[in-house]
C-alpha cells in the first residue's frame, strides 16, 4: 500500500474534525394570503440544535441547544446571554434574598396594612405559578388519522388550550425526511432540559417555557401546521427544505468578537 506524504497526511488530519453530517431545515411561516411572514432555518448535529430568524440574507437572532445550556445571540447588538443550570441558581438565589428582605418589611407594618400587601402579593404569586383558579391546564393534542401535504403522507393532529383550537397538525415519518430524526433528537433534548429548568423554577410553567413540548409528543415531525385564533384560521407554519449538510461545529457558538451580556442587566 503506497502511503500518503506526510504534509497531506497532516493536512488531512487537520480537516477531519472540522465538519459532521448534519441537517439544515427551513420552516416558513405564510399568513392567510399565502405571504411569507417569518422564515426560521433549523441546524441540527448531534443533540445540539440551532434555531435561525431568518430575514432575507440576514439573520436577526439564533437560539442555540448545547444539551446543558441555551445560548440567545443577537446577531444585530452583536452580543448573547447564555441560560444553564447556574444561571437559573442565580435566579432562584435573587428571588430567596427578595423574599427574605420582603417579609422583613411585613414585619415592621401595621397588621392591617400587613394584611392587605401579603394578600396582594398571594395573588400575584399565584398568578406568576400559574396557580390562578380558572388557568389553562395547557395545550391537549387529540389525533385526528392519516392526511397528506405536499408529497408527505401525515399523521393528523388537533392542538386544543382549553375548549379552542389552536392548530391542525400533519407529521410526516421522520425517515421521509433529510435529518428528520437528527432535528427531532434535538427537540427531545430541549424539552426535557427546560422540564428540569421550570421544576428549578416553579414560578415559570412549563406551558409557557416548552416549545419543545408539543414536538415531542407528537409522532412524526410537523410538515405543515395550521394556527387557529379564536376559531379563525391565521395562517400556516411548513417545511421549505431539508438537506443534510456538513456543520462545522462553531455553528453551536456565539460568533468570535460578540459580547457575553449580563441576563439580569
Known amino acids: 500500500m503506497k502511503k500518503l506524504p506526510a504534509a497531506l497526511f497532516s493536512i488531512f488530519l487537520l480537516l477531519s474534525p472540522l465538519a459532521h453530517a448534519g441537517v439544515q431545515m427551513d420552516l416558513v411561516t405564510r399568513n392567510t394570503s399565502g405571504e411569507e411572514t417569518d ?4 441546524y441540527a448535529l448531534a443533540e ?7 430575514d432575507g440574507d440576514k439573520i436577526k437572532g439564533s437560539m442555540i441547544f448545547l444539551g446543558n445550556e441555551f445560548l440567545y445571540v443577537d446577531h444585530r447588538d452583536k452580543s448573547y446571554i447564555v441560560m444553564d443550570e447556574s444561571m437559573i441558581e442565580d435566579v432562584s438565589a ?15 407594618m401595621p397588621p392591617e396594612q400587613r394584611a392587605m400587601v401579603e394578600q396582594m402579593m398571594k395573588g400575584r404569586m399565584q398568578g406568576m405559578m400559574g396557580q390562578q383558579k380558572n388557568a389553562s391546564p395547557g395545550p391537549r393534542i387529540e389525533k385526528m388519522g392519516s392526511g397528506k401535504w405536499q408529497e408527505y403522507k401525515c399523521r393528523e393532529y388537533a392542538v386544543y388550550e382549553g375548549p379552542q383550537k389552536t392548530q391542525d397538525i400533519c407529521a410526516a415519518d421522520l425517515d421521509d425526511i433529510d435529518g ?4 427531532m433528537k434535538g427537540f427531545r433534548g430541549m424539552a426535557a432540559y427546560m422540564r428540569k429548568m421550570t421544576e428549578s423554577m416553579p414560578m415559570m410553567s412549563e406551558e ?18 395550521v394556527n387557529y385564533e379564536n376559531g379563525v384560521v391565521t395562517g400556516d407554519v411548513s417545511l421549505d427544505s431539508a438537506i443534510e449538510v456538513d456543520l462545522d461545529p462553531d455553528t453551536f457558538a456565539a460568533p468570535d468578537g460578540y459580547r457575553r451580556e449580563d441576563p439580569f442587566r
Not at 428528520?180 to 432535528?183: A, K, L, P, R
Open 180 to 183: 428528520g430524526e437528527d432535528v
Open 39 to 42: 422564515r426560521t432555518r433549523i
Open 94 to 108: 435573587q428571588i430567596s434574598d427578595a423574599m427574605k428582605q420582603m417579609e422583613a418589611e411585613l414585619a415592621n
Open 48 to 54: 445540539m440544535i440551532r434555531m435561525d430568524e431568518v
Open 208 to 225: 409557557q417555557m416548552n416549545p419543545g413540548k408539543l414536538m415531542s409528543e407528537i409522532d412524526g415531525f410537523p410538515v405543515h401546521t
